[in-house]
């Protein structure tokens, strides 16, 4: 299965067979807006949250339209 960054376009293929976990190491589910964006290891960090969204984070959803 293919996990593709919704911010980055990062992809990276892996089996979510039991015992390995959901998603890739690092990779997260962040809620903005109402929409469920998955995240790379770098970026989901927790940096770019923590507080808010950071104003680097910001500009790159607005870059992808995620953000207006």
């Keep these: 299965m293919q996990f593709k960054c919704s911010v ?8 979510p067979t039991p015992g390995l976990g959901a998603m890739p190491s690092g ?3 962040h809620e903005i807006h ?14 770019h949250f923590d507080g808010g969204l950071s ?3 910001k500009s790159l ?7 207006v």
Excluded: H, K, Q
């Design 61 to 67: 959803l607005r870059t992808r339209g995620i953000l």
């Design 8 to 15: 980055c376009d990062a992809a990276v293929e892996y089996d």
């Design 55 to 57: 104003p680097y984070m």
């Design 34 to 47: 109402g929409n469920n964006l998955l995240f790379c290891d770098s970026c989901g960090r927790p940096v």
């Design 27 to 29: 990779w997260r589910v």
